[in-house]
Structure formats: C-alpha cells, structure tokens
C-alpha cells in the first residue's frame, strides 16, 4: 500500500495553468482507469473533482481536467481562481486482492 | 440531501478503544461501498478501511487486527470500531461513500471526526 507520489507543491498567478502529477505503479495507476482526484480545502472533508481518469462530477466545473500516460496521472487546473488553492489528492483503485484503494501524497496548490 | 454525519471522536488514552459511526441520510450505506480515511495533523490522506456492498472488508496494515469495519443496515450507519489505540492513530476521520454515480470513486463525504491519543 504505497502511496503514489505527487510534489508537494504547485503554483500560478490567475488565470494560468497549473498540473500536477500522480505517479504510482502498474498494478494501481497503470493498471486501471480508475483514477480520481480530490480536492481539499484546510479543515474541509476532500471533495471528488475527477473520476475514471478525466470524468468530471455534475457541477465541476471544466477548468479541471485529467489524463494518464502509463502508470501517471495528471490534473490540470487552467484559469486559475483564488477558490482553487487547496490541497488536491490523487487516487487510484489497485484491483480487489491487496487493499483496492491508495491516495497520492498530495500537492498544496498555491495562486500567487 | 445526502449526508454523512461521523460522531464518535475524543480524547482517548493510548492502549483504548474508540468506536466511530457514520450516520447516512438520503444515501443507503449497504448499497455502496464506503470507506473510512484518516489524516494525521499536516498530513495526507490514508485510507483506514473499505467495505464493500457484499460485506468485504479491507484494512490498511497499520490497523489489521486492532480495527473493525462494521455497519447496521437498520440504522443507515458505518461504524469503525478502533481497539489498541496508538499515538499514531491520532488523526481527523473522514468516511467517504461511492454513491453509485461515479465508478470507483468517493463522492460523498462527512465533515470528519477528530480522534487524539495521548496519555
């Protein structure tokens, strides 16, 4: 159950661009597309921003994307508001024999 | 409106037990699979435990054999009994529900619970 690796830290000034990584296996993120991304304010409970690798949940809006290659995943966050600095989490399923979920690291997006 | 609501944190000295439980409102627990997850102060986020709408159950290493994921169907509530508490285990619980919309992922969340172990 290691965790995917994602920097610690990503920044931009309004209105850019900003994407983030999410590295893990191929027995995670390889390996399925079931990749999910959160997005977490300080004190708040995560709330799902992407799922099955660049879905998008009713009312997110489409400044949010996402995409694989092989065993990474990206989020790309363009037009960059105030709103969206917080904290954003990768996640991947890994199949139904070990334990069928693991977080990224998390990356605390800054907009300077 | 779908709603879940964790109560059952506190302050718990280190070898205790704690139970947390999640109430569900406009969600049915039994039909999803739900997931409890911790994150220690300043940290990420740790999936704790996952049950599955069959009944399997998942653990994280850290807590094989001192947690018990549970729920009550007649209650609409997750549980997660925690025994042996370590300093370690001190976090903001957070359970998460796939509501069926979105495969395999978790789109409903409760505000969390805040759980310290210290003597």
């Known amino acids: 159950q290691s965790a995917l690796t994602q920097p610690p830290s990503a920044s931009g000034s309004p209105g850019q661009s900003v994407t983030i990584s999410c590295t893990g296996t191929?027995?995670?993120?390889?390996?399925?597309?079931?990749v999910s991304w959160y997005q977490q304010h300080p004190g708040k409970a995560p709330k799902l921003i992407i799922y099955e690798v660049s879905k998008r949940p009713s009312g997110i809006p489409d400044r949010f994307s996402g995409s694989k290659s092989g065993n990474t995943a990206s989020l790309t966050v363009s037009g960059l508001q105030a709103e969206d600095e917080a904290d954003y989490y990768c996640n991947s399923y890994a199949g139904s024999k070990n334990f069928p979920h693991v977080f990224g690291t998390g990356t605390k997006v800054t907009v300077l | 409106e779908v709603q879940l609501v964790e109560t059952g944190g506190g302050l718990i000295q280190p070898g205790g037990s704690l139970r947390l439980s999640c109430a569900a409102s406009g969600f049915t627990v039994s039909s999803n699979y739900m997931t409890w997850v911790r994150q220690a102060p300043g940290k990420g986020l740790e999936h704790v435990s996952i049950?599955?709408?069959?009944?399997?159950?998942y653990y994280a290493d850290s807590v094989k054999g001192r947690f018990t994921i549970s729920r009550d169907s007649s209650k609409n509530t997750l549980y997660l009994q925690m025994n042996s508490l370590r300093a370690e285990d001190t976090a903001v619980y957070y359970c998460g529900g796939n509501s069926g919309l979105y495969l395999r992922a978790f789109d409903i969340w409760g505000q969390g619970t805040m759980v310290t172990v210290s003597s």
């Open positions: 191929s027995s995670d993120v390889g390996g399925y597309n079931y």
């Open positions: 049950l599955y709408s069959g009944g399997t159950t």
